[in-house]
């Protein structure tokens, strides 16, 4: 899309959403109308939490400084300050909280789940991950079919999990879009929505869909097909993108034609011709509306794929048609070609140590988060699994370990970073969470001990200032959803 039209494109988004018009900023005198997907999202107002301060914890902010004797203060669903005792006044009226002997860490986050689309009890009734009618499936989303009474979710809120993003399921060449949630467990999805997050978009390469479809005999049924695949869906998405820029630029013509008309008739020019009805803009399609985003850099393409020359050609493949990888994820073979993915700036989510379960899955090794690390990649430990999820941050001590076994000398913030802060990168979040600075979201964890010990409990769990979870509250730590209720069930923390 040229620059000229990009910014007309723009101008016509800010009409639409009842602003001043905007100067002129082409040759082209009239705005064309907004396009569908040009809106701005609906800023939510502030939490309503109260003002409590974390005083004389290890505090780790994932920002390269980690704080002993630290104070956090969280009000209104914000982080209002983050220092040393010495440095930080603790408000008139906060509730104090001694954290001392425990660490303070930002909410874990999970870039890769299928909670709530996936969910327990896993039978076919409540599966609804995979829209497998079609290798590309552009226009479905996860959050249409998540359910949030799924059991597993306070469980991830046990092991100190405040952010999610629950994407689609393998199956399909391209999956749909994903749903960056809140674990502010509600009746609804829309609830749990993460406030101003961009869309994200499922994709996935190798054996998954070449398996599901070729054995029905149909395309895809190899790699060939599958790359061809992205090839046709995002030149299809760019033709529709030319033909709203066609429409507009009709659109400006008949705007023109038209005051022309009613001058002449205000004139008493009884001869103007009309220029009749607006031309109709063409059919909406919500699928190459999602790629169209995608090219555009507005929606963040999240790519399921193991394979090392796989994710390369993807690269090359992205630049061709005009979309860009954020993450690359499992990727177990990322390692081979850490300095590619450095220099195109795309994180990775991967596991400590899965491997095996398939061939693309052969070749991992316990070091790939150490080796991305150490060569500037953004590492991200992910979980795709509703038990890893519940321990993410052992996990990530096992990366860590494996990594200096290898001598790789990685520190524990770099290590609490692939959960936290790379995460929030990789979702397009990063300046709201996954760090603990003054103004983010109060996403907060409190731990028994250091998070990196397998010995460690999540204590308490804030999400927005608002406790969602007290380990030491009784019966009561664990929050039971509807489904559960009823259930006769015997709920543990695994804190005991």
């Known amino acids: 899309m040229s620059r000229t039209i990009s910014l007309i494109l723009m101008a016509g988004a800010a009409l639409g959403c009842g602003a001043a018009p905007p100067p002129v900023r082409s040759q082209v005198e009239l705005d064309p109308p907004p396009l569908p997907w040009a809106r701005e999202r609906v800023e939510r107002g502030e939490i309503d939490s109260p003002l409590v301060a974390l005083v004389g914890g290890t505090v780790m902010t994932a920002t390269g400084r980690v704080i002993e004797d630290g104070v956090v203060v969280m009000e209104r669903g914000r982080l209002r300050a983050v220092g040393a005792r010495d440095e930080v006044e603790i408000p008139e009226g906060a509730r104090a909280i001694d954290v001392t002997g425990r660490y303070v860490t930002p909410g874990l986050i999970d870039t890769h789940s299928h909670m709530g689309v996936y969910p327990s009890p896993s039978v076919r009734a409540t599966s609804d991950g995979n829209e497998m009618s079609s290798p590309t499936t552009p226009e479905v989303r996860a959050a249409d079919g998540f359910w949030p009474q799924d059991p597993q979710l306070p469980r991830a809120i046990a092991g100190g999990v405040t952010t999610i993003q629950v994407l689609p399921g393998s199956g399909n060449l391209i999956g ?41 005999q149909a395309f895809p049924m190899t790699r060939m097909g599958n790359v061809f695949g992205y090839r046709r869906a995002f030149q299809q998405a760019l033709e529709y993108g030319r033909g709203f820029e066609d429409w507009q630029a009709q659109h400006v013509g008949w705007q023109r034609r038209r005051r022309a008309y009613l001058e002449a008739r205000e004139r008493g020019d009884a001869d103007a011709e009309d220029p009749g009805p607006a031309p109709s803009p063409p059919a909406r399609d919500f699928g190459l509306e999602r790629l169209l985003g995608a090219r555009e850099g507005r929606v963040l393409v999240q790519m399921h794929c193991y394979r090392a020359e796989e994710m390369a050609r993807i690269i090359e493949v992205g630049e061709e048609l005009g979309f860009r990888v954020r993450s690359f994820h499992h990727a177990v073979e990322a390692y081979k070609i850490r300095d590619l993915l450095a ?16 061939l693309e899955a052969y070749d991992a090794i316990e070091e790939n988060l150490a080796l991305l690390t150490q060569a500037g990649v953004r590492g991200v430990l992910h979980s795709d699994s509703a038990m890893l999820v519940q321990r993410l941050n052992q996990e990530a001590a096992k990366a860590m370990a494996a990594g200096r076994r290898a001598g790789i000398e990685i520190t524990e913030d770099q290590a609490l970073r692939w959960i936290t802060i790379n995460a929030a990168w990789t979702l397009g979040v990063d300046e709201h969470t996954g760090s603990l600075e003054a103004g983010k979201m109060a996403d907060v964890v409190v731990w028994s001990g250091n998070p990196f010990s397998v010995y460690t409990r999540a204590d308490v769990v804030f999400i927005d200032g608002l406790t969602v979870y007290d380990r030491h509250a009784g019966p009561d730590a664990l929050h039971r959803t509807d489904f559960e209720l009823g259930q006769d069930l015997e709920l543990t923390t695994g804190g005991e």
């Open 176 to 216: 749909g879009a994903g749903a960056i949630l809140k674990l502010h467990l509600g009746r609804t999805v829309e609830e749990m929505e993460f406030p101003g997050a961009p869309e994200t978009l499922k994709m996935a390469c190798g054996e998954n869909p070449k398996r599901v479809y070729g054995g029905r």
């Open 343 to 358: 220099a195109h700036d795309i994180s990775v989510s991967t596991w400590a140590d899965w491997w095996g379960f398939k």
